[in-house]
């Protein structure tokens, strides 16, 4: 059993920027681990630009963004195995591989970083009515045979959800000459970023139906056309509402879903409203020594978050190896929020253990408009401002100060609000 200071489960955004991190830290005896047989994880099917804006300052590609930290990685000198896939982590981190090239591996490691990142939620998870033909794909699915392999799944089009991998893949699809005819979501509001509903539907005129949903799919080779209704405030299908569009190829863009079925066989808490582990202040999840970050934490709507929070992952696992953070005897306070917010990432925060500062994300329930995002310790209002709009698809956070905090100890709550006044 090979022993590493630090093993980092994923090549992706998450996994290189936590390594690079870790590294800069101090940590030389780093290995990642990824079961695609290159690094870079999704970036490299998504070709289209607006990454690395706040990591960068300049635009990028996903393949450029990912070659970015993939440099850094490579000048360091930090070890990665491809093509490996992990079989077991342990609760005492130990981590059982498996290759073609190396056959079955086992590593010990002082600290592990999750960073599987996410998979997408398939029709099997749908209660879509209709037959099982081919043409039914998910949104990455077929970003993957476009970009990557360089095959059409098919030239008339509906999308079911709106999620940013669909808006995107609409835009896609119409440049290399498909119909698009509709994006249908269910929920009143858009599950992306307002900018590719505008910049992936609006400037191609491609109908974005809110309140709809798939209710049959038709053919039994191949998908031959679609049938879509408003739904009611349930989610039920209204009759007299359907409208049927002629098609051969249906992507599902409903979702994303962390990769946490390693993370479960070890016995790391997750929470129940984003699937991805309950962590501290430093990312640690309930098993000491084990971190995470990035889509494998919770789904982030842009990679420059995804890197950012993979390096606080990769300095706090670094502390940890090096006895250099406070392992504070005292749980920490847990973070509190009013019912507008979904989850908040982390859930609870130790003052003894916080760096400089402390960045709260969250994501919101509904649309919210005029309202203010307030942060109440020990019922004091020490942080609030006002926000035009606010929606699901975006995701929001708050930056707190580890004086400020420090003022109120001993810390009673910690409160994240949405209000109106």
Not at 168 to 173: N, Y
Not at 189 to 201: A, E, I, M, P
Not at 236 to 243: L, M, S
Request: charged share 25%; aromatic share 6%; hydrophobic share 40%.
């Amino acid at each position: 059993m090979k022993k590493h200071a630090v093993v980092i489960i994923g090549g992706g955004p998450a996994g290189l920027a936590a390594a690079v991190a870790a590294h800069e830290k101090g940590i030389k005896d780093i290995l990642i681990l990824e079961r695609d047989t290159r690094l870079g994880g999704i970036l490299n099917q998504c070709i289209h630009n607006g990454f690395g804006l706040h990591t960068f300052k300049e635009e990028l590609t996903g393949p450029e963004y990912a070659k970015r930290f993939i440099q850094q990685v490579e000048a360091a000198k930090i070890p990665y195995l491809l093509d490996t896939m992990v079989l077991e982590i342990t609760p005492d981190r130990e981590i059982t591989a498996i290759s073609p090239k190396s056959g079955m591996m086992q590593f010990k490691a002082e600290a592990i970083i999750l960073a599987m990142g996410c998979r997408e939620r398939p029709r099997g998870a749908l209660n879509i009515p209709g037959y099982r033909p081919a043409g039914v794909y998910t949104a990455g699915t077929a970003q993957r045979l476009v970009n990557m392999e360089g095959y059409m799944p098919g030239r008339k089009v509906v999308i079911l959800g709106s999620g940013d991998i669909g808006l995107i893949m609409a835009r896609r699809l119409t440049l290399e000459g498909a119909d698009v005819q509709v994006v249908a979501e269910i929920m009143p509001f858009s599950g992306g970023l307002k900018r590719n509903v505008v910049q992936c539907l609006d400037d191609f005129n491609i109908p974005l139906k809110l309140n709809h949903t798939v209710i049959d799919v038709e053919g039994r080779q191949r998908v031959e056309g679609v049938t879509i209704a408003e739904v009611d405030a349930e989610r039920r299908p209204i009759k007299g509402t359907e409208e049927h569009y002629e098609c051969d190829t249906l992507l599902l863009s409903v979702g994303l879903i962390p990769e946490n079925e390693l993370s479960t066989q070890m016995g790391v808490e997750l929470d129940r409203v984003t699937n991805g582990p309950i962590v501290n202040e430093s990312l640690e999840t309930n098993i000491e020594g084990v971190f995470a970050c990035g889509n494998v934490l919770h789904v982030h709507d842009l990679v420059d978050y995804v890197s950012e929070e993979a390096t606080m992952a990769g300095r706090k696992a670094a502390q940890f190896v090096l006895k250099h953070a406070t392992r504070a005897k005292a749980k920490g306070v847990s973070i509190e929020h009013s019912q507008e917010i979904a989850y908040t990432v982390p859930r609870t925060i130790n003052v003894e253990r916080l760096e400089d500062l402390a960045t709260i994300r969250f994501r919101l329930r509904n649309i919210y408009k005029g309202v203010y995002s307030r942060v109440y310790c020990n019922g004091t209002c020490i942080r609030s401002q006002k926000h035009r709009i606010l929606a699901p698809g975006e995701m929001e956070q708050v930056i707190l100060k580890k004086t400020e905090i420090q003022a109120f100890e001993p810390i009673q709550s910690l409160w994240i609000k949405i209000e109106e006044e």
